[in-house]
């Protein structure tokens, strides 16, 4: 297993356990034998705002940062989504949110893959590629929006 994924999986169980996670980046980087920039990495990469997570922060002596999941039914977490996505939307990010959802029982395993699809590079491959990302985008938002 991956590093950034044992990161990962330690961040989930406390939030799990606790509701959220309150770390301290140095010892947190201690604990596994890494440096702090890859807490940063699995933190900006894997518990983001459009994953459904907040990241608190507090500077100084006493430092943390909290993790806490946000729990919303299905049609608010959607038009977070919607309005998250901008006018460009790339396919990993896109890939991610899409998982995001179906992980989290929002969209159902048949919807994931049909998005999947739907804005893949493969599917878009007639779309200049100076305009997939846009087209992409909404490609995503109408689908989202036809699920709320």
Known sequence: MRLSD????????????????????????????????????????RFTPEQGYIIESRRGGGGYIRITRVVSDKATTLMHLI???????????????????????????????????????????????AQRDKVRASIYKNMLLALV
């Open 83 to 129: 309005n998250s996505i901008g006018a460009e939307l790339d396919n990993i990010t896109s890939e991610v949110m899409i998982k995001n959802l179906c992980a989290r029982s929002i969209i159902s395993s048949e919807a994931a893959r049909l998005m999947l699809t739907a804005g893949a590079d493969r599917t878009l491959q007639a779309v200049i590629p």
């Open 6 to 45: 044992m990161l990962t999986q330690y961040i989930m169980e406390m939030i799990e356990a606790e509701g959220n996670a309150e770390i301290k980046r140095n010892e947190l980087a201690d604990r596994f034998g890494c440096v702090p920039s890859q807490i940063n990495y699995v933190l900006t990469s």
